[in-house]
């Protein structure tokens, strides 16, 4: 800790050091207010009750999710360029990660991106998917 002006004698000390705590507990309190304005009140397990995490949803894909990434990549089977954005993504690989990999540049990205998703609503709107 450092003060921008001497601090001379007890009195001072005590004080800067009490504005230091009180400093640092408002710091805190404010990360803490906003950690939960963000992320939510945070669970936690208590004895003789289910731990809440064992409630959360899976976030590894199921059956449908194959079975659907299957039929999009058959529907776009016009454009290798999205059919490969859609294994890279289904791999759960990072848009730099893609970008390097395929050699893309970003705005090669985001049309394949943008073809890919107007292409998807438009199979959802057909009821192909």
């Known amino acids: 800790m450092a003060s921008d ?21 408002s710091n805190e309190r404010r990360h ?22 064992e409630a959360a949803p899976d976030r590894s894909s199921s059956p449908e999710d194959a079975i659907l990434l299957a039929q999009l990549y058959q529907l776009c089977g016009h454009d290798p360029d999205v059919q490969t954005l859609l294994m890279f993504q289904e791999d759960g690989a990072e848009r ?4 390097r990999e395929l050699g893309w540049d970003v705005t090669k990205y985001e049309t394949v991106q943008k073809r890919k998703r107007k292409m998807v609503a438009r199979l959802f709107n057909e009821g192909k998917i």
């Open 5 to 25: 002006k001497a601090v001379a004698g007890p009195a001072e000390t005590c004080s800067f050091l009490r504005g230091a705590i009180r400093s640092i507990a």
């Open 96 to 99: 730099a990660d893609i970008l």
């Open 32 to 53: 803490t207010d906003m950690v939960r304005r963000v992320e939510g009140d945070r669970a936690v397990a208590v004895e003789g009750v289910p731990d809440p995490i």
